[in-house]
């Protein structure tokens, strides 16, 4: 079973920044995307970025240009770089790892990331 550990969130001004950290239990050999979603309250998770084990990275049209998301493969870890934060921003953010290989997704925990106005 893998576990992902997520870091990072926290309480932060409008027009601040915020770097999310997401770690895997274990190595990923296989192709794999990892990606952060977001879930405010009452709604569902949606999608903020995810990037391909090649380095391919997507983003939602609400984060581009703000947002980067990176990875380290050999540490098994995604990170989220969020900049010029907005109230809007402020949800719950969860870290996955899709292998795709055995169609398998695994969550993180979740993070609160709130800014204020």
């Known amino acids: 079973q893998v576990q992902l550990v997520e870091s990072g969130g926290g309480l932060v001004q409008g027009g601040g920044s915020l770097r999310l950290s997401c770690g895997a239990s274990?190595?990923?050999?296989?192709?794999?995307?990892m990606g952060w979603y977001r879930q405010f309250p009452g709604k569902q998770r949606e999608l903020v970025a995810d990037i391909s084990s090649g380095g391919s990275a997507n983003y939602a049209d609400s984060v581009k240009g703000r947002f980067t998301i990176s990875r380290d493969n050999a540490k098994n870890t995604v990170y989220l770089q969020m900049n010029s934060l907005k109230p809007e921003d402020t949800a719950v953010y969860y870290c996955k790892i899709s292998d795709l290989v055995l169609h398998r997704d695994y969550w993180g925990q979740g993070t609160q990331v709130t800014v204020s106005s």
């Open positions: 274990r190595r990923f050999f296989s192709s794999n995307v």
